[in-house]
């Protein structure tokens, strides 16, 4: 069953939410809180190790019930339904989209062209795990005999930053192998890692779905040369492995058969770090940990599949968001993990969203007439706290934010993370309240301020507040609950996507980038630059100038 085609526009709970936001617009939180003081108690959700708080939000009971509303007019029921069976949801690719069955149970069964998929991911999976042993344990060796001391990531977009930001997240987790990620076409990138590398003691793992990406394969050859320098050709076999759908190319690149890690066409790149694309992940932080990253996901997936839309996490915040985006007119969300760990979160993030979600046709494949996907952006707190933050108190533009915490240290150091955790709370408490001109006017008193100082400064101390947040409330930073708070989002971006009425698992805009740059290649390669814009062209011959 494909998803449901509606403009959500014209639904009646649209039209409601319309007429509620101009009731709604100009009543504070600060009044809102004043008003209600079960506030908290209806506007939380209590679920395994997460708390999320969503009362600081320019919401009341009416604004949820509408926009749940808007989520059963859409079909989100049936939705979810096609989404989790393996239906042709994405259809401008004429694919389904299954990162979902990847973290299943052995048990289950999902069908794909009336095949269960779930006994070849198990397949995989157990093919990541005695890999990922061996290399760990030392059993495997390199072409001298000596055991691997460092992985090499080579990949881009979703064969990249999901990886590299969970191993990044899962550090406290990680054993002795040292890992790296080669991404960009940048040569100075590969050669800034080369640099470090020990041929004899480094594994190689290229992971291209498509293994026709031109920054994966030129990296891929850049590499295999330099290692060449050192190794024989039949030395290859043991250090490159790759993860790939296409095992024509893989095999043509020299990569032995034994070492092809599959994957399907029913995941998506930015989804995949569920698949054999995660296998870095998983020599970095051993299979157990990476399995339990998986059964972290699957559990919000069962979060959200079973659970009423009043109490669904993903389903609470897609629509917080779409509110924000298509009521209150906001163009961004801010995303603030209070943990370094979690400073690849927001770049992993804006691929996820930005990429799923930045789309202009509608499922009835006109040109949407109202906004779509969100801009996302953050930082680590409290880092963030002195940089951005400014604009987010006080600058003119509102950014709906969510706030990240754990209510445990990895390593306990207790008064690091009281005083972390502090500035935490105290930040979405003054977003929410601000401080009003009475309040700076006492500070004033108390500086020993003169009258006139105090009359010019006090408007650039006031802060109006009133600036929504979420909180969530996480146990502790755990290969389990990281994979519930990426599923988390997952699970957001197909609740936006099904309401705004496009098609999130396609990425035509990235595909175009692909084609322009190998033209443009073959005209720096010749040197004969025609058919550009003016500027394209002095731009080119400029560059060829001076070049070559
Ligand atoms: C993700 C995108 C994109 C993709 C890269 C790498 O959803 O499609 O970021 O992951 O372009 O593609 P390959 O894995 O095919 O090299």
Known sequence: MSLQNTNPTTTIAWQALEKHFHEIENVTMQQ??????????????????????YSKNRINQKTINLLLDLANEIGLKEGVNSYFSGDIINQTENRAVLHTALRANKNDSVLVDGENVIPEIFEVKNKIKSFSEDIISGNKKGFTGKSFTDIVNIGIGGSDLGPAMVVEGLQFYKNHLNTH??????????????????????????????????????????????????????????????????????????????????????????????????????????????????????????????????????????????????FFGAESEAIIPYTQYLQKLAPYLQQGIMESNGKSIGRDGKTVN????????????????????????????????????????????????????????AQTEALLHGKNSNQVATEFKEQDISSETAKFLLPYKVFEGNKPTNTFLIDSLTPETLGSLIAMYEHKIF????????????????????????????????????????????LLNHFIKNNH
């Open 370 to 425: 109202y906004q779509t996907g969100t801009i996302v952006w953050g930082e680590p707190g409290t880092n963030s706290q002195h940089a951005f933050f400014q604009l987010i108190h006080q600058g003119t533009k509102l950014i709906p934010t969510d706030f990240i915490g754990f209510s445990k240290s990895l390593y306990g150091n207790k008064d690091h993370h009281d005083k972390l955790m502090s500035n935490f709370f």
């Open 181 to 326: 990620f080669v991404s960009n076409v940048d040569g100075d990138h590969v050669s800034e890692i080369i640099q470090k590398l020990i041929p004899e003691t480094t594994l190689f793992v290229i992971v291209s779905k498509t293994f026709t990406t031109q920054e994966t394969l030129t990296n891929s050859e850049t590499i295999r040369n330099w290692f060449l320098k050192f190794a024989k050709q039949e030395d290859v076999a043991k250090h490159f492995v790759a993860v790939s759908t296409n095992i024509k190319n893989v095999t043509e690149f020299g990569i032995d058969k034994n070492n092809i890690f599959p994957m399907w066409d029913w995941v998506g790149g930015r989804f995949s770090l569920w698949s054999a694309v995660g296998l870095t992940i998983s020599l970095a932080v051993g299979f157990d940990n990476f399995d339990k990253l998986l059964s972290g996901a699957n559990k919000m997936d069962t979060h959200f599949k079973i659970e009423s839309f009043d109490k669904n996490i993903p389903v609470i915040l897609a629509l917080l968001s779409i509110w924000y985006n298509n």
């Open 32 to 53: 809102m809180f004043q008003d209600d003081k079960l506030r908290t108690q209806n506007f939380h959700i209590k679920w395994d190790k997460f708390l999320l708080d």
């Open 495 to 538: 609740v936006q996507g099904l309401i705004w009425n496009i098609f999130s698992y396609d990425q035509w805009g990235v595909e175009l980038g692909k084609q322009l740059a190998n033209s443009i290649l073959r005209e720096i390669n010749t040197q004969e630059v025609k058919n550009h814009d003016s500027s394209t062209e002095f």
